[in-house]
């Protein structure tokens, strides 16, 4: 079965530092987005992304966050200035089309020291 | 009203019992109620999913329950195994067309014991 494949498994920054997890997604999907969840809590949406532009952003992401898709394939999340309360599992998550099933990637797990 | 709210938040089970998690939502625009599974260190993976307009759905022991009137829907595990261990995920979204942006409840960790 096709997977979404994320990179790294774990990154370790400092406060401040800027980092980028990337997203490959599925094959011929076309709706990507990011999801987050801190240790223990529950999964919370951060952006959708459709057409190369953000559909839907929730109150998490900010000016720190952005998204994009930079040569067609990779999907990527870039946070600016990395705080503590960022570090999280980072779910990428990727639909073929919008009524089809949303398929999450094993996460990216950001610890910012 | 974007809540879901789930229960119990951990939840013990015999091997063969049947395993009950039951969410409930405010917002009845959501339109798409799925299940996920999640094993530690993995992502949720799609479990089960049921639309309003159905009561009830089936798949092999995993069976939601909903309720629209009551805004509640439930997953029922049969028979369940020591396999079936990890932490279930209730969540509901609203389709957009350009987004199916899911809000999650907030976990149930089911352990199976022998």
């Known amino acids: 079965e096709p997977e979404v494949t994320q990179t790294p498994s774990h990154q370790v920054t400092q406060m401040g530092q800027e980092v980028i997890l990337r997203c490959v997604p599925i094959?011929?999907?076309?709706?990507f987005y990011w999801y987050r969840q801190i240790l223990g809590q529950k999964v919370e949406f951060l952006v959708s992304?459709?057409?190369?532009?953000?559909?839907?952003k929730s109150e998490i992401f900010d000016d720190q966050f952005s998204v994009e898709r930079p040569d067609g394939s990779n999907f990527t999340l870039k946070i600016r200035s990395t705080k503590l309360e960022d570090s999280a599992m980072y779910f990428c998550?990727?639909?073929?089309?919008?009524?089809?099933?949303?398929?999450f990637g094993n996460g990216t797990r950001l610890t910012v020291t | 009203q974007q809540q879901v709210k789930q229960s119990p938040q951990s939840l013990i089970v015999q091997k063969g019992g049947i395993s009950i998690i039951n969410c409930a939502y405010e917002?009845?625009?959501?339109?798409?109620f799925p299940w996920y599974q999640q094993f530690p260190g993995k992502g949720p993976a799609l479990l089960i999913a049921?639309?309003?307009?159905?009561s009830e759905k089936k798949e092999g022991r995993f069976t939601i329950s909903f309720n629209k009137s009551a805004k509640q829907f439930s997953l029922h595990i049969m028979d369940s195994q020591p396999g079936d261990s990890a932490t279930y995920f209730c969540?509901?979204?609203?389709?957009?067309?350009?987004?199916?942006?899911?809000?999650f409840g907030t976990g149930t960790r089911l352990q199976v014991t022998l």
């Open positions: 998550t990727t639909q073929g089309d919008h009524n089809s099933p949303l398929h």
């Open positions: 094959s011929n999907h076309l709706y």
């Open positions: 992304f459709y057409n190369n532009e953000i559909s839907e």
């Open positions: 917002n009845t625009a959501f339109d798409y």
């Open positions: 049921i639309r309003p307009d159905v």
């Open positions: 969540a509901a979204s609203i389709n957009t067309g350009t987004a199916s942006k899911l809000t």
